[in-house]
């Protein structure tokens, strides 16, 4: 059986969101996400607009979703063993940076795939919160 990993946000859930499960999951049996609590997203300075209970509610309805579970940290590869985890699906916005070139090797040492994938063109959640912001008269800092 082949097991996959992901994770995000999934604030303002968009079709890009879908598109990246959607595509997981073709890759894998079963499909594990990681829906990232609102500690966590504090910690990278923002602030989600729908709470993580809420999120992990909307991930785990997904048809392509076999389960979605809390991510409190930044550490994939230990979440990947713990899950055992194969593959392991990002967006490619990360290829080739400094960062994952370490993270793939220390992937492939432990026999995890790491699989990108191509972001939706025009659409993502930052853009989504500051268009809602604007139309309904809101300072970006407020959200903050």
Known sequence: MIIGYTTGVYDLFHI????LL????GMCDKLVVGVTVDELVAYKGKKAM??????IEIVRSIKYVDAAVPQYDMDKL???????????????DWYATEKWQDYERQ??????????????????STQITKALNAVRGHNLEDVK
């Open 78 to 92: 230990t979440a990947c063993k713990k899950l055992k985890a194969n593959i392991l699906f990002v967006g490619d």
């Open 16 to 19: 890009g969101h879908l598109n």
């Open 22 to 25: 959607k595509n997981a999951k």
């Open 50 to 55: 729908i709470p993580f209970e809420d999120r």
């Open 107 to 124: 992937f492939k040492e432990a026999g995890i795939k790491i699989v990108y994938f191509p972001y939706t063109q025009g659409v993502s």
